[in-house]
Nanobody, 111 residues
Framework: VQLVESGGGLVQPGGSLRLSCVASGFTFSSYAMSWYRQAPGKERELVAVISSPGGITNYADSVKGRFTISRDNGKNTVYLQMNSLKAEDTAVYYC?????WGQGTQVTVSS
């Protein structure tokens, strides 16, 4: 099983990023997928989750209205569109599914 995230980087406050996570080694379409994040000195927190095959989503209160989780089961990929980014969104973002984790991608929001 592999989960490989990409799309992180440095962005100014108010900017946008789209994270991607490509999954392999399991039947992607059969499992809910999630994005978590961990900021320095803080515990890992759930950001967003999308059901299998993709009709239901849930978000942390801190990102509601700004972030959108989606999935493309044909590409075994889950996305996290992040808009109106704030400094407090700075963290390592992890993809999770089938009880596995990706390696994480750094998102830094700074001017």
């Amino acid at each position: 099983v592999q989960l490989v995230e990409s799309g992180g980087g440095l962005v100014q406050p108010g900017g946008s990023l789209r994270l991607s996570c490509v999954a392999s080694g399991f039947t992607f379409s059969s499992y809910a997928m999630s994005w978590y994040r961990q900021a320095p000195g803080k515990e890992r927190e759930l950001v967003a989750v999308i059901s299998s095959p993709g009709g239901i989503t849930n978000y942390a209160d801190s990102v509601k209205g700004r972030f959108t989780i989606s999935r493309d089961n044909g590409k075994n990929t889950v996305y996290l569109q992040m808009n109106s980014l704030k400094a407090e969104d700075t963290a390592v973002y992890y993809c999770s599914g089938y009880a596995y984790w990706g390696q994480g991608t750094q998102v830094t929001v700074s001017s």
